[in-house]
């Protein structure tokens, strides 16, 4: 479903990804685990157009999509919940989902998404008239997970969602992301540093090390490999 080959991608002289190499098959949670400053982050911002590999393809159905600009790409279907969620503060949450949808044009059917998020997120639904900006930080993950949805993603990338919450959001935002892939099929491409949480909810996972892969295997395999528990597991 989604390729991506040898991409290397620089910030300037810097280069922050070297070869990099993944595949994520239709349905799959697959997640990529690594220390702060591996390069992480920047192979989603690769995958969406935003830092462009400099070398390297980016395959989604077949098709080439590391040309694209990055709109181009969310209306392909490839859509990413940022690191730190970066939602519109000054905006309220109806405001924020809407915002989601900007790209759809049929009305009926973001209804019918709409509702499914509130479903998901009943807080957000209390709030849906309080600005983004006022509600706390799970809620806020809820709600840049939710706006993402809005743009009804095939694949849905997701960058660091345990981020600064509290073990019990942690613990049902994951159990969230698990529902969105089994009720809709949507495919997750999870950036996690908390590598325990997302291991075992992910069904294959890839170890990043300054910019390269180093490892790829079932994420129940990765949970038990003594390099991993070692260096990212604290075992």
């Not at 920047?42 to 590391?66: A, K, Q, Y």
């Not at 949480?197 to 069904?203: F, G, I, M, P, W």
């Amino acid at each position: 479903m989604l390729k991506i080959k040898n991409i290397q991608t620089f910030y300037g002289n810097i280069q922050a990804l070297k070869d990099v190499s993944i595949e994520i098959n239709e349905g799959e949670i697959v997640t990529l685990i690594g220390a702060n400053g591996a390069g992480k982050t920047t192979t989603l911002m690769s995958i969406c157009g935003i830092t462009p590999p400099r070398t390297g393809e980016i395959f989604f159905d077949g098709n080439p999509i590391h040309g694209l600009p990055a709109e181009k790409i969310v209306q392909q279907g490839i859509v990413q919940v940022p690191e730190g969620r970066r939602i519109f503060p000054d905006m309220t949450v109806f405001e924020n989902l809407e915002m989601g949808a900007f790209l759809r044009k049929n009305k009926q059917l973001v209804q019918q998404d709409l509702n499914y998020v509130m479903t998901l997120f009943p807080i957000l639904e209390k709030r849906r008239n309080q600005l983004g900006g006022t509600l706390s930080g799970g809620e806020q993950q809820m709600l840049a997970i939710s706006r993402a949805l809005m743009a009804r993603p095939r694949v849905l990338l997701l960058d660091e969602p345990s981020l600064g919450l509290a073990p019990l959001i942690i613990k049902q935002i994951f159990e969230i992301i698990r529902q969105i892939n089994k009720e809709s099929n949507t495919t997750i491409f999870l950036v996690e540093q908390n590598a325990n949480q997302a291991l075992k909810l992910a069904d294959r996972g890839y170890v990043m090390e300054n910019g390269r892969i180093t490892l790829v295997d079932a994420a129940e395999k990765l949970l038990v490999n003594d390099e991993v528990r070692k260096a990212y597991l604290g075992i």
